[in-house]
Each structure stands twice: as structure tokens, then as C-alpha cells.
């Protein structure tokens, strides 16, 4: 097999990467910083009551968020994606703010709703412009190094439980200042970021919305995609939005403590997954076209394990066995989550990038907002994890037959 064509304006293409890195923080870390103050939240609005209402939130984001996912992506596609990624940044930051001063379960599940609304139209148009620059040899590797803003958002956002807990601090100073900061860093990201002209030297094809959509749901390829993209989600929002809630309940630890415990680790080992399953993938990518499938079926293969063993270390009443195992899953989530878009690129034009993720965002986060609802019913009725996450681990398993069936479009046909 030839050599991957060299990627046009290398340094333009990194320098899309290290500006796109830090929105991705912000963009994952108000999310987790929820996740890791439930209690404090929880005890300032009373009437939120219950595990189900709680679960219920983090679903309404994601369910909101997954509808406008593929409109978001559609417009970067049409029209210009560093638009629609620095008019994201600026309205998820306003409303970051404004959670920091609701009152009622009411206003929180507007604030959320309106932050499903703003977030959605990022990941998608900031993935496919990383991808529009980043051409074979460097793709995977440049979108795990994005990635990486994402896993330290949720990383920073797991010492939040102590900012909560902090008498001089608390909850909404937390979202004031990542409110702020966002709204801050718009400006010089709207000055530095660029579109890319065209791709691999093409000028990218408009598509009615219509056409676009019917060319990737007729796409059997893109519909193993999406699915494979979203049955590991369930578990990965899992992980996310309830493990500080699971290690405080099951381990007695702090807020703090349980935060850090459920997010530090496992993230640290999804960098050191991103970065070396992308750097593998892009490597076997010169031996055959289906080198990014299989080190992301190798990252599914760690996560089927590391679900089973996550439900079952409370059973063993040790903190260790519940940490060793997150570790295990974000290594395996490392590998996966870089050769998504890549594996997109290979299977769909140039042009229906965005909007092809944004599909697989809809079905993916609409799943993982209900098993987010479904995991608080589940604890209300105290279901026991080894089950629950039983039931994660399946859906692993069959992940990997899926993202095996996929078969790459040829070379001559899409720049890999």
C-alpha cells in the first residue's frame, strides 16, 4: 500500500489543534463539574428530591444536545466551521455563567437545556475542521491530542467536589468563573482560527440537507458507525455523570475525594490511550486501510473487562480494585475515541463530515441521556452494579463485531 500524501500546511494544522485543545476542556469540564458537586447542588435546591429528577437533568442536556447535534454539524458543513465553533464557545460560556445562578430544579433544567442547545454545535465542526487539515499521517494523532482537552476538562472538573466544598468558593463561584473564561476566550479564538480552504486541495461540495442526510443513512458502512459509536456511550456517560456519586456512596469517601477518585485516573489513562492509539493507528494505517478499526477494536477489547470489573469492586469493599479498573477502561476509551472521526473520513466525503458526526452524536447521547435516567431509577430501586454494568459490558462486546464489518471506502476515493 503507498504512503499517506503529506498534509498540506502543517503548521497552520497543528496550530488548529493547540487553539481547539482548550474549548475542548471547557467544553467537557462544566459538564463534570455537575457531576462531581451533586451534593452541594443537590442541598442548596432542595426540590430537586430525588436520584430520578438528578438523572433526569443530566438527560435533558444530553437528549437537547443530541437533536441539534447533526443541524450543528450540517451548518459547518454549509457554511463555516470556525464560526459555528467560536459562536458555541460564546453562548455555552453565557449560560455556564448563568448556571451558577439558578435557584430551582426549574431553572436548572432550563440552564441545562440551553446548554445542550449551545454545546451541540461544537464537537462536530471542530473535529471535521481538525480533520480538514490533518490528512493521513497526522489525523488520528491530531485528534487525540484534542481529545486530550476534553479528558483534562473532565480531570479538572473532578476537583471540583472540593472548590463545593471550600466555605470561601462553593458550586457557583465554580461555573461564574468557567462562565467567564469561555466568554474571554472567544475573542482571540474568533481572530486566530481559520476555515480550510479546501480539502486536499478540493474545494468541499454543498449538499442540500436532504441529499446529505440520505447519503449517509444509505451508507451501510456509516450505519455500523454510528452504531458502534453509540453502545460503548452508555457506558461512557455512566462513568462520567454517577462514578463520584457510586465511590462517595459505596466507598464513604468525601465529595472531594470520591470526585478526584472517579475522574483523575481513568482520564490520565484515556490521554496516554489517545495519544497511543493514535500514534498506532496512523502507524498501521501504512499496512493496511483498516488500521484505525482495529486499535479501536483493541481499545473495545479492554472496555468490555473493565465494565465487568467496575461493578464489581464494591463487592470487594476496596477503592484500589474500583480505580484499577477505571484506569483499564480509559485506556481502552483512549483508543477508541481518536479513530471515530478518522474511521468517518474513510467511510464518507469530504463534505458530510460534520453532519455525519452529528448523526452519530444524536443517536449516541439521546442513548446515553437515557441511560442516564435509567441508571438513577435503576439506584432508587437498588439495583446492583455488578448487574448494570454487566449490561454495559455486552454492549462492548458486540461493539467490536460491528466496527470490524466496517469496510473503508477506497483510497483513490477519500483522503484517510
Known amino acids: 500500500m503507498s504512503a499517506d500524501p503529506p498534509s498540506p500546511r502543517l503548521s497552520t494544522a497543528w496550530l488548529i489543534v493547540v487553539l481547539l485543545a482548550p474549548v475542548a476542556l471547557l467544553n467537557y469540564l462544566d459538564r463534570q463539574m455537575l457531576a462531581t458537586m451533586k451534593f452541594s447542588v443537590m442541598a442548596d435546591i432542595t426540590d430537586i428530591g430525588s436520584e430520578a429528577n438528578w438523572g433526569r437533568m443530566l438527560g435533558q442536556f444530553k437528549w437537547v444536545y443530541a437533536f441539534l447535534s447533526p443541524i450543528g454539524g450540517y451548518l459547518a458543513d454549509r457554511y463555516s466551521r470556525r464560526l459555528t465553533i467560536c459562536g ?36 462536530p465542526a471542530a473535529l471535521a475542521l481538525i480533520a480538514d487539515f490533518h490528512v493521513g499521517p497526522t489525523r488520528s494523532r491530531a485528534i487525540g491530542i484534542h481529545q486530550m482537552g476534553i479528558y483534562c476538562g473532565v480531570i479538572i472538573g473532578g476537583f471540583s467536589g472540593y472548590v463545593a466544598d471550600a466555605p470561601d468558593f462553593g458550586w457557583r463561584w465554580a461555573f461564574d468563573a468557567c462562565g467567564l473564561a469561555g ?84 482520564q490520565v489513562s484515556a490521554i496516554i490511550g489517545a495519544l497511543g492509539g493514535g500514534w498506532l493507528a496512523d502507524r498501521w494505517m501504512r499496512k493496511t486501510q483498516r488500521g484505525r478499526i482495529y486499535v479501536s477494536a483493541l481499545g473495545m477489547a479492554c472496555i468490555i473487562p473493565a465494565m465487568f470489573g467496575v461493578g464489581y469492586a464494591p463487592q470487594t469493599g476496596l477503592l484500589w480494585v474500583a480505580i484499577a479498573f477505571l484506569i483499564l477502561f480509559g485506556l481502552g476509551w483512549g483508543f477508541f475515541d481518536c479513530n471515530n472521526m478518522p474511521i468517518l ?13 452529528g448523526i452519530m452524536n444524536l443517536v449516541s447521547i439521546s442513548a446515553g441521556g437515557l441511560a442516564d435516567w435509567g441508571f438513577g431509577i435503576m439506584r432508587d430501586r437498588q439495583v446492583p452494579l455488578a448487574g448494570i454494568f454487566s449490561v454495559f459490558a455486552c454492549a462492548a462486546l458486540v461493539s467490536v463485531v460491528l466496527v470490524l464489518l466496517i469496510k473503508p471506502r477506497p483510497a483513490a476515493d477519500v483522503d484517510f
Open 88 to 123: 458555541s464557545l460564546f453562548a455555552w460560556s453565557a449560560v455556564t455563567w448563568w448556571t451558577g445562578h439558578v435557584t430551582s430544579y426549574s431553572g436548572l433544567l432550563t440552564a441545562r437545556t440551553l446548554m445542550g442547545i449551545s454545546e451541540a454545535f461544537y464537537i
Open 345 to 357: 473520513c474513510q467511510i464518507t466525503r469530504p463534505g458530510l463530515r460534520a453532519t455525519g458526526y
Open 183 to 266: 466568554i474571554l476566550y472567544t475573542l482571540p479564538l474568533l481572530w486566530l482560527l481559520r476555515d480550510s480552504p479546501g480539502v486536499t486541495g478540493r474545494e468541499k461540495t454543498v449538499v442540500p440537507p436532504f441529499s446529505a442526510a440520505k447519503a449517509l443513512l444509505t451508507n451501510g458502512s456509516f450505519i455500523l458507525l454510528v452504531l458502534y459509536f453509540t453502545l460503548p456511550a452508555l457506558a461512557g456517560w455512566v462513568v462520567r455523570d454517577w462514578m463520584p456519586a457510586i465511590l462517595k456512596t459505596e466507598f464513604g469517601l468525601g465529595q472531594g475525594k470520591a470526585g478526584v477518585s472517579a475522574t483523575l485516573y481513568w
